[in-house]
């Protein structure tokens, strides 16, 4: 039986291993991806300070140092089931079943859908999806595409294809429906814009700043939104313009575009045709937390985490004896707010362990002051009140142990 | 067909170790050391990786992350592996999901428990569902 095992070999698991391998604990990491690094690897943006944030060279540092200290990662390997046993939890996996004193699920999240007529075509597929493809396998995903979904994560994937020379025609909405709903409406959209403005060079962030950051300011900017978009390094970025189907038989021919009013209605008789062989659906992202779900975890819905979170503490314990959560699961934030979680919730089964808590009590303060300042510093922020959000959750906790 | 980025202004030149072959529907193509199923058949051209059970309508990769199930083919006759995390090995025998006979296509006959539908189908001949 093994100290711990860590469900996920991304940012957060691999920062999780190397805090538990450094008190000397037996871990096993497994992940079902061939590789270690989860969604880190694809990554690939610069930083407001100019420097590039290169997944695949953050993902080498942190196996580099997880593999100085003899640490068991194994790739390849689904977990489908876990239960919950007298001192620990039996783990079923493809490659036979483990056994842990500590889990820590750190299965970070998964795209949500943004469905649009004709996206079961071969050539549609999640923005994530193209991230995959073009940073880690290095393949071109197309020839010609087109976005839908215009979010934090679409712009900076967009500027990933962009980089590696693979032609976008431009971001717009996916047609709003029961499913899309603020994905398609231009007013949220225009929101979350805002709010990545900084990111952007010269164009749009002189777009951004001509906008007052208040609620008039976006109605105005939605109202007047330019009829050509306004260009993102280069490529236009639409907000009052929706993808309404994408056409073709045996793989995708090209999209139907249509104009729409600030709602998100569409505008009669203002469809296009737009030729191009490849589409990336946008929906957003949110935590993948069906492991914790099958142990019996107890969650809690908070918006500004991005769906249904495992309720956990500070410390990123779980009311479940022995069950920790870090990164994504715990709600949707960049990968170094991941990597500090980790550290902190490894340090956090190390505690428990070693049963002489006091001796930790520097260290694990040191570890949730980072998660903190890490948070404050991030350049991206996936929703505007994460730190309400946070809060939400631990007082979950609170409420769940009283 | 090569669909490659083979240099990349920040990541650099590709550098893939030898490449070797498999094969798709009997058709061989080229992989690199550290490819999946569907990045070897993505940079070979091939985007329809099935065709859906029933309806027999082209899929290919969605999430390419393993959570859609969308990619699965069959792998050296082991059926419903995901092709985006399955790595491929020299002289892999990969094939594409194909159309299978539907046991129920009329929606008002559709059995609603498990004892109906042993009932309905043991009815049907050459049904190969059960």
């Known amino acids: 039986m093994s100290d711990v095992v860590i469900i996920g070999a991304g940012p957060a698991g691999l920062a999780a291993a190397i805090s538990c391998r450094q008190w000397n604990l037996d871990v096993t990491v497994i992940d079902e991806f061939p590789k270690p690094g989860g969604r880190l690897l694809g990554q690939l943006h610069q930083e407001p300070d100019g420097q590039w944030w290169n997944g695949i060279e953050e993902t080498k540092k942190l196996l580099d140092h997880a593999t100085s200290l003899y640490t068991d990662i194994q790739c390849g390997v689904s977990c489908y089931n876990i239960e919950k046993t007298e001192n620990g939890f039996t783990v079923h996996t493809n490659k036979g079943t483990f056994h842990t004193k500590n889990l820590l699920i750190a299965t970070g999240a998964a795209e949500s859908a943004a469905p649009i007529p004709g996206w079961t075509l071969p050539g549609v597929m999640s923005i994530g999806a193209a991230q995959v493809m073009t940073n880690v396998h290095r393949v071109r995903v197309g020839n010609k595409g087109i976005v839908a979904g215009v979010n934090v994560l679409s712009a900076a994937i967009a500027r990933e294809l962009q980089l590696a020379g693979v032609e976008l025609h431009s971001m717009a909405l996916p047609a709003k429906n029961a499913v899309t709903k603020e994905h398609g409406d231009p007013q949220s959209v225009m929101d979350g814009l805002i709010r990545i403005a900084h990111l952007a060079p010269s164009a749009f962030l002189r777009f951004g700043s001509k906008f007052a950051k208040s609620t008039w300011g976006r109605n105005m900017a939605v109202k007047f939104y330019p009829k050509r978009g306004v260009k993102m390094w280069g490529m236009p970025i639409h907000v009052r313009k929706a993808i309404v189907s994408i056409n073709g038989t045996e793989k995708v021919e090209s999209v139907t575009i249509c104009d729409v009013k600030p709602n998100g209605e569409p505008i009669p008789k203002s469809e296009k045709t737009v030729d191009v062989d490849f589409v990336c659906i946008a929906g957003g992202l949110y935590p993948l937390a069906e492991l914790a779900a099958v142990i019996g975890c107890p969650f809690q819905y908070v918006e500004e985490l991005g769906g249904h979170v495992p309720i956990h503490n500070e410390q990123m314990k779980t009311p479940v004896d022995g069950l920790f959560v870090a990164g994504n699961i715990t709600g949707i934030e960049s990968s170094k707010v991941a990597m500090a979680q980790g550290e902190l919730a490894g340090l956090s089964i190390v505690q428990q362990m070693i049963r002489d808590s006091t001796s930790m009590d520097e260290q694990m303060r040191a570890a949730r002051n980072k998660v903190n300042t890490v948070r404050e510093n991030a350049s991206i922020q996936f929703h505007p009140n994460i730190a309400e959000g946070r809060e939400k959750i631990v007082s979950a906790f609170s409420k769940q142990q009283a | ?130």
């Open chain 2, 1 to 130: 067909m090569n669909n490659r980025i083979m240099n990349h202004p920040v990541l650099g030149k590709l550098e893939k170790e030898a490449a070797f072959t498999f094969t798709f529907d009997g058709k061989e193509y080229q992989s690199y050391e550290g490819d999946t199923i569907a990045s070897a058949l993505l940079a070979g051209g091939v985007r329809t990786l099935r065709v859906h059970e029933n309806s027999a309508s082209p899929r290919g990769i969605y999430c390419n992350i393993g959570h859609c199930m969308e990619c699965r083919v069959t792998v050296n006759d082991t059926p419903s592996v995901r092709a985006c995390l399955t790595e491929v090995k020299p002289d892999m025998v990969v094939e594409s999901g194909k159309p299978k006979a539907a046991p129920f296509t009329d929606r008002e006959n559709m059995p609603h428990t498990y004892t109906e539908f042993e009932q309905k189908s043991k009815r049907k001949a050459g049904n190969n569902h059960v």
